[in-house]
């Protein structure tokens, strides 16, 4: 049986509000040029979206990353309904300052596994970069991209202050 790849991926976050973290996934991907789709799937205001898009990703794409804040069950109940990768972003809460996100998508029962990254912006950054490190697994154009990418950070480090 061959396996099929789309070498797309999928970023979903909860609210509106949350895009203001999340539009620094579609920055990284819009630099590496690997296609995606932004959607707003909440799940407690929207649960029969999420549903009708955690069950129909199999068939569009190679990964999931999930913003989600405050209780943020979002990656977790994406990662029940699909076998499809999913990275959860927490995002900053006004209460707890995103800990609530980090420990509520961190803490996956046993086998309902969902990758998680640092809560903000820097963890919606690595979240695209570990998607464009997944997808470059079967795709060697992604995979250069990542290593131009990763050579154009190295050569912005200064050498002095």
Do not use: W
């Not at 909440?42 to 009708?52: G, I, N, Q």
């Not at 980090?102 to 570990?130: K, Y």
């Amino acid at each position: 049986m061959k396996l099929k790849m789309y070498h797309k991926i999928a970023i979903v976050m909860g609210s509106q509000s949350d895009f203001s973290t999340m539009k620094d996934c579609v920055k990284i991907l819009k630099s590496l040029k690997i296609s995606f789709d932004v959607k707003i799937v909440s799940a407690h205001r929207t649960p029969k979206r999420l549903y009708e898009f955690a069950k129909e990703s199999e068939k569009s794409y190679s990964v999931i990353i999930a913003g989600a804040g405050g209780s943020a069950h979002l990656p977790g109940m994406i990662a029940s309904l699909t076998t499809v990768p999913v990275i959860g972003v927490p995002i900053e809460s006004k209460k707890l300052k995103g800990l609530d996100s980090l420990l509520s998508i961190v803490q996956m029962p046993r086998g309902i596994p969902v990758g998680t990254v640092a809560i903000g912006e820097g963890g919606a950054i690595n979240a695209a970069l570990l998607a464009a490190s997944i997808l470059g697994i079967s795709n060697s154009k992604i995979s250069n991209q990542l290593k131009q990418y990763r050579i154009r950070q190295t050569k912005s480090v200064k050498l002095k202050p």
